[in-house]
Structure formats: C-alpha cells, structure tokens
C-alpha cells in the first residue's frame, strides 16, 4: 500500500507557544482516531513564515502526515483540520502535499471551499 505525506503547519499570531503544542497534540491524536492515516508526528522544521516582523511572535507547530491509500482519506483529514482550525478565528494551517500548498482558515467562505475542494481534486484523482 503506498502512502502520501502530507505537512501541515500551523501558526497563530497571537497565540501562546505551550497551548498551541497542546492543541497540536489534541488535534494529532483525533486525526489518529477519526481518520484512516497511517500516523502522525509532530516535526521538528518548523520556521517562522515568510513576512514575518522581527520581534514578532508567532506560535507555529508542525505535524507530518502520512496518508494511507484511500478514497477518502484526504478529504477527511482535511475536514479535520478546517473543523479544528474553526476553534479558534487567530489560527490558520498551511497544508502542503507533493508540493502544493493551500492556506487554511477558520472562515468558511465559498472561495476557500472551492480551494479546498480543488486542492483535493488534485491529489485524490480517484475521488469521484
């Protein structure tokens, strides 16, 4: 069976480093329990985005997820995420799969569910 990976990386301008790490733990073991990966970890390559301000705290965490081969899992794993990204309006993930990248936000506006929609498209060509 092959298998994807799939970074997410998360940031929150005005979050606290210690409750980030704890709500990327939380959101880790759901994506373990709700979805059909193969795991998940956290990374240790975090870095501070592009246009950040010098002296600018920004709380980042980062997990490495490894898709199984399966209709949906994509799909699920995102729907994850979006649903735990809407907690909290500050946060925002970056998911990037084979070298396509989309922004994640807590909004749901019809643009950025089409983004996510043809985000994935692209990789689960098998989706129907």
């Known amino acids: 069976?092959?298998?994807?990976?799939?970074?997410?990386?998360?940031?929150?301008?005005?979050?606290?480093v210690e409750e980030l790490d704890r709500a990327t733990l939380a959101l880790r073991q759901r994506l373990l329990n709700d979805t059909n990966v193969s795991s998940v970890r956290q990374a240790s390559d975090a870095v501070t985005p592009e246009g950040a301000k010098s002296g600018q705290t920004i709380a980042i965490?980062?997990?490495i997820v490894m898709l199984s081969e399966n209709l949906d899992t994509l799909a699920t794993v995102v729907d994850v995420i979006r649903?735990?990204?809407?907690?909290?309006?500050?946060?925002?993930?970056?998911?990037t799969l084979d070298g396509d990248s989309i922004e994640v936000t807590g909004t749901?506006?019809?643009?950025?569910?089409?983004l996510i929609e043809a985000f994935i498209d692209r990789h689960d060509e098998r989706r129907l």
Request: hydrophobic share 45%.
């Open 61 to 63: 965490a980062s997990l």
């Open 108 to 114: 749901s506006s019809a643009a950025q569910i089409q």
């Open 1 to 16: 069976m092959s298998v994807a990976r799939l970074q997410l990386t998360i940031q929150d301008p005005l979050g606290d």
């Open 83 to 95: 649903a735990w990204i809407s907690r909290d309006a500050n946060r925002s993930a970056k998911l």
